[in-house]
C-alpha cells in the first residue's frame, strides 16, 4: 500500500518477457510523493522557460519578485494521471499566450520524461509582470 499523496511508477510490459517481467516485479516499486513531482515542475518552469518565482513574505504577503525562484506548482494525482497547476511570474515584455503555452508542453513534457506520471493538463496562472530593472534591488529614484 502506498502513503496518502504518492504515486507509484507502473512497470512497463512492453517488450519483456515473462521471466524478464517477474524479476522487474520483485525489485520492488518505486513511490513518488506529490511534493516529488510539483518540485520538478516547478523547477523544469524555472529551468527550461522564462518563467520565475517570487519570494520572501510571510503567508503570502509581502512576496516580491525572484528571477532565481522557483515557481509553485500543486499537482493533483489520480492514479497515474496528474493535473498540475503552476504560478509563475513572467518578465516583460513578452507574449503571454505564447510564453504560457511553452510553459505548458514544457512541463507536461518533462514531468512525463521524469517520472512515468502523465500529465492530463496544466494550469498557468501569471501572477505578476516584471521587468528587469524592477529587480535589480536598490532604491528607486523618484
Known amino acids: 500500500m502506498t502513503p496518502p499523496g504518492s504515486h507509484v511508477r507502473p512497470v512497463a510490459r512492453g517488450g519483456a518477457d515473462a521471466e524478464t517481467f517477474a524479476e522487474m516485479a520483485s525489485r520492488g516499486q518505486t513511490v513518488l510523493a506529490d511534493k516529488v513531482i510539483e518540485k520538478i515542475a516547478g523547477q ?5 522557460s522564462p518563467a520565475v518565482g517570487s ?7 509581502g512576496a516580491h519578485a525572484d528571477l ?12 497515474n494521471i496528474a493535473t498540475l497547476s503552476v ?8 507574449p503571454l499566450r505564447q510564453a504560457t503555452e511553452a510553459i505548458r508542453r514544457r512541463i507536461s513534457t518533462r ?6 506520471v ?7 496562472q501569471v501572477s505578476w509582470l516584471t521587468t528587469r530593472a524592477d529587480t535589480a534591488g536598490g532604491r528607486k529614484l523618484l
Open 87 to 94: 504560478e509563475v511570474g513572467l518578465v516583460y515584455p513578452v
Open 111 to 116: 514531468v512525463t520524461e521524469l517520472t512515468g
Open 68 to 79: 532565481s525562484a522557483r515557481p509553485k506548482a500543486r499537482v493533483e494525482l489520480s492514479g
Open 44 to 48: 523544469v518552469a524555472r529551468d527550461e
Open 118 to 124: 502523465q500529465v492530463r493538463q496544466v494550469d498557468i
Open 55 to 61: 519570494s520572501g513574505g510571510f503567508l503570502g504577503i
